[in-house]
T-cell receptor, first 111, second 117 residues
Framework: LAKTTQPISMDSYEGQEVNITCSHNNIATNDYITWYQQFPSQGPRFIIQGYKTKVTNEVASLFIPADRKSSTLSLPRVSLSDTAVYYCLVADQTGANNLFFGTGTRLTVIP | GAGVSQSPSNKVTEKGKDVELRCDPISGHTALYWYRQRLGQGLEFLIYFQGNSAPDKSGLPSDRFSAERTGESVSTLTIQRTQQEDSAVYLC???????????????FGAGTRLSVL
């Protein structure tokens, strides 16, 4: 079971770029890295997923170094609506170990 | 198509009563997960179903907790003799895990908020 470590909380001003790093030292060869976002009173929702190097979509970028022991979620020009908890999850495609969400990182965007 | 649906959205019960929480996954999703989330905390894994395989019950906190799933459809989480410590939001998710059709992404319902008085 690949466990993850993230900062408990982060603050950022509106319009800034935010980078949240997740450590996963015992990631396995078949594991992917997935990030979720959770707003109050809602279930988490998928943001981005990657295996190595860099992945970018309309919402965020995900940077993964060659050793894959960490990953960084990058949110460009955050707004107040990006205030949420962000979870990093490492798991393979079978779903059998897709189980450890950890405590996540609480991002607060300040006006 | 519809997302993951959970019912009820809120449940208030008295200590010692049994409760049943329902989850309707996205049609075609073979994997189904239950999590518990206490106020201000992260997600705590409870149980995982994958197709017709035996479920992974390793996260169930006690024998008062059980869950069933009918084929690849509805799942019910049952908590017997509820305790105040069971108060939490219970989240259900489904995914295409193990199908080879897509990378494993979980889609969550809005959860059931359980309050045990």
């Amino acid at each position: 079971l690949a466990k993850t470590t993230q900062p408990i909380s982060m603050d950022s001003y509106e319009g800034q770029e935010v980078n949240i790093t997740c450590s996963h030292n015992n990631i396995a060869t078949n594991d992917y890295i997935t990030w979720y976002q959770q707003f109050p009173s809602q279930g988490p929702r998928f943001i981005i997923q990657g295996y190595k190097t860099k992945v970018t979509n309309e919402v965020a970028s995900l940077f993964i170094p060659a050793d894959r022991k960490s990953s960084t979620l990058s949110l460009p020009r955050v707004s107040l609506s990006d205030t949420a908890v962000y979870y990093c999850l490492v798991a393979d495609q079978t779903g059998a170990n897709n189980l450890f969400f950890g405590t996540g990182t609480r991002l607060t965007v300040i006006p | 198509g519809a997302g993951v649906s959970q019912s009820p959205s809120n449940k208030v019960t008295e200590k010692g009563k049994d409760v049943e929480l329902r989850c309707d996954p996205i049609s075609g999703h073979t994997a189904l997960y239950w999590y518990r989330q206490r106020l201000g905390q992260g997600l705590e894994f409870l149980i995982y179903f994958q197709g017709n395989s035996a479920p992974d019950k390793s996260g169930l906190p006690s024998d008062r907790f059980s869950a069933e799933r009918t084929g690849e459809s509805v799942s019910t989480l049952t908590i017997q003799r509820t305790q105040q410590e069971d108060s939490a939001v219970y989240l259900c998710a489904s995914s295409l895990a193990g199908t080879g059709l897509a990378k494993n992404i979980q889609y969550f319902g809005a959860g059931t908020r359980l309050s045990v008085l």
